[in-house]
């Protein structure tokens, strides 16, 4: 599943990315495409209560590649 949320601040990004959250199966990944530094905090919490695990990287000059998977066998808190 891919959410690009290029040219949004926030919260925008982080209410895509949640409603992504919602719909993505048990251990498939979620890729996101920001760039608005804001964003990748405010998705870096969100993974974190919703127990998603994240990586990060540099997707070019200004903008980050966030990915996000649902573990296996982990219930999506809401």
């Given at each position: 599943?891919?959410?690009?949320a ?6 925008y990004p982080?209410?895509q ?6 719909r ?7 890729e996101?495409?920001v760039?608005h530094?804001p ?8 993974a974190t209560?919703r127990?998603?695990?994240m990586?990060?990287?540099?997707a070019?000059s200004a903008e980050?590649?966030i990915r996000?998977r649902?573990?296996e ?6």
């Open positions: 599943m891919f959410v690009d290029r040219g949004e601040p926030c919260p982080m209410k990315v949640m409603e992504a959250m919602d993505l199966p048990e251990g498939e990944e979620l996101v495409l760039d530094p964003a990748v905090d405010m998705i870096r919490l969100l209560r127990g998603f695990l990586e990060t990287e540099p070019g980050w590649r996000l649902r573990p066998g982990r219930e999506v808190k809401p």
